[in-house]
């Protein structure tokens, strides 16, 4: 199929042009996401104007083909809220079985109020818009002509699309598997507005229902990187472990809840009264009693305290009820 803005010269091969493209948009992708940080407002724009003429050529190369639908609207739709459902159901099952006992679904709505929450939901919603658009319109066709298969082109293309959300291992495998589906989906139907639909109710459930310190917080490439070895932390056993004795009823015998479980804390895991303003600060963050154990395991206060003194007894000592609070 000839290329519309001839990204690639007209004497090359479709294949050949097709994978030309198909590099030339990967790699302003990644570097859109790893390297061009703020400091680079100039590369960011100009690869964003790039990938802006290769989607463009892309989709005029393959207008043909994008716009071709079934007939059936009503089959198109009940077979995506299907396979919607039943990949939300496998997504329930395995948050489940990575969350900890201590763990809340859906911290992320606890934390914003409601005008931040619409905010985020909007840009998630033209977010997974603009990811549908490329993956059906763009991306997988590009892949079966570089690969000469219609089969094994919508295999590469959903795992290119996993790939681009590295460096979560967990998020790059729930969106290769979700963009297979969607593939398929959109090859059955032709319908993208229904795949955006099931695009950001699968988000929303990955981001409510699988713990954080796998999927972190649905962020991809250098912001992912930022939080990674903070919410690496929580990933460990000895980590899990303190969280355990900290959200047991035994430490809440020991200190009580609310204001009493964060001076004690301080107290048991920094060596440090709290301070008023400390405390209004907390309450004005409005985190939960496991939110506020874990922040305090994973601060650099921690950190130090650690090299300085060891592991606070009360993680260690097989009857650290009994220890002294003061």
Not at 5 to 13: G, Q
Not at 38 to 64: K, N, P, Q
Not at 272 to 281: A, E, I, K, S, Y
């Amino acid at each position: 199929m000839a290329s519309a803005l001839t990204v690639a010269p007209m004497f090359i091969s479709t294949r050949v042009r097709a994978a030309i493209s198909l590099l030339c948009l990967c790699t302003l992708v990644e570097m859109q996401a790893w390297r061009w940080g703020a400091e680079h407002r100039v590369l960011r724009i100009g690869g964003i104007v790039l990938l802006a003429i290769v989607a463009i050529d892309c989709f005029l190369t393959y207008r043909s083909c994008v716009f071709a639908r079934s007939p059936s609207a009503r089959g198109a739709w009940l077979e995506i809220v299907g396979v919607t459902v039943a990949l939300g159901l496998l997504i329930a099952l395995g948050g489940w079985w990575l969350r900890e006992d201590y763990e809340h679904c859906w911290r992320f709505l606890e934390r914003k109020n409601p005008a931040d929450l619409s905010r985020w939901i909007l840009v998630k919603a033209g977010v997974v818009a603009l990811q549908q658009l490329a993956l059906h319109w763009i991306v997988t066709p590009l892949c079966r002509d570089a690969v000469g298969s219609r089969t094994w082109g919508g295999v590469l293309a959903g795992v290119l699309f996993g790939l681009l959300h590295l460096p979560s291992l967990v998020l790059t495998a729930v969106t290769m598997f979700g963009g297979w589906a969607w593939i398929a989906l959109f090859g059955r139907g032709g319908r993208v507005v229904p795949l955006m639909i099931s695009h950001l109710a699968l988000a929303l459930l990955v981001h409510g229902l699988v713990p954080e310190r796998y999927t972190l917080c649905l962020r991809i490439g250098a912001g992912a990187a930022e939080i990674e070895a903070h919410l690496y932390k929580t990933r460990t056993a000895e980590h899990r472990r303190h969280m355990h004795l900290l959200m047991s009823d035994k430490y809440t015998q020991r200190w009580g809840e609310g204001d009493d479980f964060i001076r004690g804390a301080f107290f048991d895991l920094l060596d440090r009264n709290l301070q008023m303003h400390t405390l209004d600060d907390w309450h004005e963050s409005k985190h939960t009693r496991s939110e506020i154990a874990e922040t305090i395991l994973t601060s650099a206060h921690y950190e130090e305290k650690l090299s300085q003194r060891g592991v606070p007894r009360v993680l260690i000592d097989p009857r650290w009820w009994e220890l002294p609070k003061k």
